[in-house]
Antibody, heavy 117, light 107 residues
Framework: ELQLVQSGAEVKKPGESLKISCKGSGYSFTNYWIAWVRQMSGKGLESMGLIYLDDFNTRYSPSFQGQVSISVDKSISTAYLQWSNLRASDTAMYYC??????????WGQGTLVTVSS | DIQMTQSPSTLSAFVGDRVTITCRASQIISDLLAWYQQKPGKAPKLLIYKASNLQSGVPPRFSGTASGTEFTLTISSLQPDDFATYYCQQYNTYFLTFGQGTKLEIK
């Protein structure tokens, strides 16, 4: 069965860089996309952007353009979400998600990122 | 961008009630609409995909329908475990936009 497993919780200081991961298994890591979703404490779900797994084309939601970078290493079926200059406002839970040929969606378990001095 | 307008934002109901949550898309999104249930501190749980397909393991009291750009999630007979926040999500375009959420509370 298709599964997405995310890296563990992170605690960082403002200004630091961070790369979190999302590893896929149980399917061909070549179809459709991997998307990243942010959820701040007590708030709703926000789409950050996604990367297409066939051509590595990335699309970012306007609020996240220039703030994060999405990449993928197909050789290890892993997608990444990266920050180069973390801010306290990046403190949130981050989820990765994908879909299969039937249109069914799959989510990772989430990675909690805490940015605090 | 496609906007998803979800209503109501809060819903109070009794155990056993039939409830409906609606999402309206600002553009045609085919049937690429999902519904999620989320409880505090937990990841969203997929209930419905492609507008009307019940995710494996989800009780049949949950159902989804589509009519043009309007989508509904219906819970036929509320159970205590159903009190949570519900989100719709379109995945027809790469922005994967979500509704604002509906908090379902016990009356």
């Amino acid at each position: 069965e298709l599964q997405l497993v995310q890296s563990g919780a992170e605690v960082k200081k403002p200004g630091e860089s961070l790369k979190i991961s999302c590893k896929g298994s149980g399917y061909s890591f070549t179809n459709y996309w991997i998307a990243w979703v942010r959820q701040m404490s007590g708030k709703g779900l926000e789409s950050m952007g996604l990367i297409y797994l066939d051509d590595f084309n990335t699309r970012y939601s306007p609020s996240f353009q220039g703030q994060v970078s999405i990449s993928v290493d197909k050789s290890i079926s892993t997608a990444y979400l990266q920050w180069s200059n973390l801010r306290a406002s990046d403190t949130a839970m981050y989820y990765c998600a994908t879909r299969d040929n039937s249109g069914r969606l799959y989510w990772g378990q989430g990675t909690l990122v805490t940015v605090s001095s | 961008d496609i906007q998803m307008t979800q209503s109501p934002s809060t819903l109070s109901a009794f155990v056993g009630d039939r409830v409906t949550i609606t999402c309206r898309a600002s553009q045609i999104i085919s049937d690429l609409l999902a519904w999620y249930q989320q409880k505090p501190g937990k990841a969203p749980k997929l209930l419905i995909y492609k507008a009307s397909n019940l995710q494996s393991g989800v009780p049949p009291r949950f159902s989804g329908t589509a009519s043009g750009t309007e989508f509904t999630l219906t819970i036929s007979s509320l159970q205590p475990d159903d009190f949570a926040t519900y989100y719709c999500q379109q995945y027809n375009t790469y922005f994967l936009t979500f509704g604002q959420g509906t908090k379902l509370e016990i009356k």
